[in-house]
T-cell receptor, first 115, second 114 residues
Framework: DADVTQTPRNRITKTGKRIMLECSQT?????MYWYRQDPGLGLRLIYY???????NKGEISDGYSVSRQAQAKFSLSLESAIPNQTALYFC??????????????FGEGSRLTVL | AQSVTQLDSQVPVFEEAPVELRCNYS??????LFWYVQYPNQGLQLLLK??????LVKGINGFEAEFNKSQTSFHLRKPSVHISDTAEYFC????????????FGDGTTLTVKP
C-alpha cells in the first residue's frame, strides 16, 4: 500500500460545484502539503500544515481551503470550482526536526477537470 | 525566500548518450537541494539530495549531481541514459532552518529516443 494516498485519483466536475480532495498518510510525518501542478509551471504550494493545529497559506491559496482532521489526514476543498482550477493536485508529507532535510514524499496525484 | 531556475524545459537525447539537466538557485540563506523525478502518470519521487559535505552526490538509477556554491548550481547528470529515464525532472530547494518549505523549478522533460 502507498504511504501517501490520495482520493479521488480522477474527478470531472462542473463550474460552481464543491469538490474535496482527500489525503491520508501512514508515514507518521507531522508536516503535510498540497501542491498544484500545471504544465510548464512546476509545482506550486497551495496550503501546508506543520501539525494538526497549524494551517498556513501557500503561494496560490485563493479559491481553496483545507482541513487537517488528524495527523494522518489533510483534505483540500474547492468551495466553488472554476475551469482554471483544472490541474493535477499532489499531497506530500515531510518529517520535522533539527537536522532533517525536509525531503517530500508524494501521493500519486488527483487529476481534477472543471468543465 | 528562495527561487529555482531550470534552464531547459525539454531535453531530447538518444539512448546511451550522456545527459545534463541544469538547475540554478538563489537564496539568502543556506539551503538543501533536491532532484525529484516524475514518471508518466505517477507522483514525484526523490532522485537525490545534497545536504552538506561532498559536493558530488549520487542518487538512484545512476544519476548524480554536483553542488557548486559559487555558481549556485546543482546540475543533474547521467553518463548513459535509457529509454526508461524518460520522465519529468524537478529541482527543488529548501532553507536549512527547519522552518522552510520546498520551492520547485518549472521542470525539465527528458525524452530518451531509441
Amino acid at each position: 500500500d502507498a504511504d501517501v494516498t490520495q482520493t479521488p485519483r480522477n474527478r470531472i466536475t462542473k463550474t460552481g460545484k464543491r469538490i474535496m480532495l482527500e489525503c491520508s498518510q501512514t508515514k507518521g510525518h507531522d508536516r503535510m502539503y498540497w501542491y498544484r501542478q500545471d504544465p510548464g509551471l512546476g509545482l506550486r504550494l497551495i496550503y501546508y500544515s506543520f501539525d494538526v493545529k497549524d494551517i498556513n497559506k501557500g503561494e496560490i491559496s485563493d479559491g481553496y481551503s483545507v482541513s487537517r482532521q488528524a495527523q494522518a489526514k489533510f483534505s483540500l476543498s474547492l468551495e466553488s470550482a472554476i475551469p482554471n482550477q483544472t490541474a493535477l493536485y499532489f499531497c506530500a508529507t515531510s518529517e520535522a526536526g533539527t537536522g532533517v532535510a525536509g525531503e517530500l514524499f508524494f501521493g500519486e496525484g488527483s487529476r481534477l477537470t472543471v468543465l | 525566500a528562495q527561487s529555482v531556475t531550470q534552464l531547459d524545459s525539454q531535453v531530447p537525447v538518444f539512448e546511451e548518450a550522456p545527459v545534463e539537466l541544469r538547475c540554478n538557485y538563489s537564496s539568502s540563506v543556506s539551503v538543501y537541494l533536491f532532484w525529484y523525478v516524475q514518471y508518466p502518470n505517477q507522483g514525484l519521487q526523490l532522485l537525490l539530495k545534497y545536504l552538506s559535505g561532498s559536493t558530488l552526490v549520487k542518487g538512484i538509477n545512476g544519476f548524480e549531481a554536483e553542488f557548486n556554491k559559487s555558481q549556485t548550481s546543482f546540475h543533474l547528470r547521467k553518463p548513459s541514459v535509457h529509454i526508461s529515464d524518460t520522465a519529468e525532472y524537478f529541482c527543488a530547494v529548501i532553507a536549512n532552518t527547519n522552518a522552510g518549505k520546498s520551492t520547485f523549478g518549472d521542470g525539465t522533460t527528458l525524452t530518451v529516443k531509441p
